[in-house]
């Protein structure tokens, strides 16, 4: 295994451009890894809308598919309105769901 910050590449000589022989996670320049987890970026799709997306996109996807909120109508709670919650809310609705924003701050209502 090689963690994907400050983990021991096993090859850095296979990194073109970044000889490092620790991982860095975002901030690296490359990282070599196996093809099962690697996805292509369309080319339609701007670098800065993708990023977000494979981040906290993915933070958010997966507890709603873990706990069965893919399909239905069902109602989905999001705790903290930040960058995950945002990302959240975002995708509940756009899965179909009634989504209740919950925060402590009446600002972001």
Same mark, same amino acid.
């Given at each position: 295994?090689?963690?994907?910050? @400050? ?6 000589? #296979? ?28 080319? @339609? $799709?701007? $670098? ?5 997306? +494979? ?8 507890? +709603? #598919?873990?706990?069965?909120? $893919?399909?239905? @109508?069902?109602? &989905?709670?999001? &705790?903290? =309105?930040?960058? +995950? ?5 975002? =995708?509940?609705?756009? +899965? ?14």
């Amino acid at each position: 295994m090689v963690g994907t910050y @400050n983990g021991d590449k096993k090859n850095p000589e #296979r990194t073109p451009g970044n000889q490092a022989s620790k991982t860095w996670g975002g901030y690296s320049g490359s990282h070599c890894v196996h093809e099962s987890f690697v996805c292509v970026i369309p080319k @339609n $799709l701007p $670098l800065e809308k993708a990023a977000p997306l +494979l981040c906290a996109g993915i933070t958010m996807y997966d507890p +709603l #598919r873990h706990w069965g909120f $893919l399909e239905g @109508n069902k109602v &989905v709670g999001v &705790v903290g =309105i930040g960058g +995950l919650g945002t990302m959240g809310i975002k =995708i509940a609705n756009a +899965l179909g769901h009634e989504v209740v924003a919950i925060s402590t701050t009446a600002a972001k209502e």
